[in-house]
């Protein structure tokens, strides 16, 4: 299984998506059984573009707030029986309650004296430049505790 994760606040980060599908396209005709996943903000997007220029070389599309469906999306390509009128399995629902709270990822500079603590997601804004409303959805807010948790962790982890 190789699984991309996307970006799309800039043009560069989705061309490299774009050329990366041909690399793709070799592994999958030398071996048919591995499963290829488009993830994140590109993902949400451009999904129907995405489908029509893969050729079939794209077997999940999943968007930013739909990680957790991940298994049953897989399951889905494996038991294609199931879903015998398309190749692919799909899920890009934006979320309004996601915040990520209960995942910790790593963020620490390499000297380790910085961390980054995300405390919200999306944008209320309708910026006229700006897609990241359109592909992250509205301001959300993680919760209290969980923002103090992942400080104090990454305070205990320097000393």
């Given amino acids: 299984m190789i699984l991309t994760n996307t970006c799309s606040i800039r043009d560069s980060a989705e061309e490299k998506v774009w050329k990366n599908l041909m690399h793709i396209k070799g592994i999958k005709k030398r071996n048919p ?3 290829y996943g488009v993830l ?3 993902a949400e997007r451009m999904k129907e573009k995405i489908l029509e220029k893969s050729n079939n070389i794209v077997d999940l599309i ?4 739909a990680y957790r469906d991940i298994p049953h999306l897989i399951n889905i390509i494996w038991n294609k029986e199931i879903n015998s009128k398309k190749n692919y399995a799909i899920n890009v629902q ?4 996601e915040t990520y709270a209960d995942i910790i990822p790593v963020r620490k ?3 380790n ?3 980054y603590v995300s ?3 999306g944008c209320n804004n309708m910026c006229s430049f700006c897609i990241v409303p359109f592909t992250r959805g509205r301001e959300r807010s993680r919760p209290y505790d969980s923002i103090l948790s992942e400080v104090e962790n990454l305070r205990d982890s320097v000393k």
């Fill in 113 to 115: 004296i910085r961390a």
């Fill in 40 to 42: 994140g903000c590109m």
């Fill in 33 to 35: 059984h591995v499963i």
């Fill in 62 to 65: 999943i968007g930013p707030d």
């Fill in 119 to 121: 405390i919200m997601r």
């Fill in 109 to 111: 500079s390499s000297d």
């Fill in 94 to 97: 934006l979320s309004l309650e």
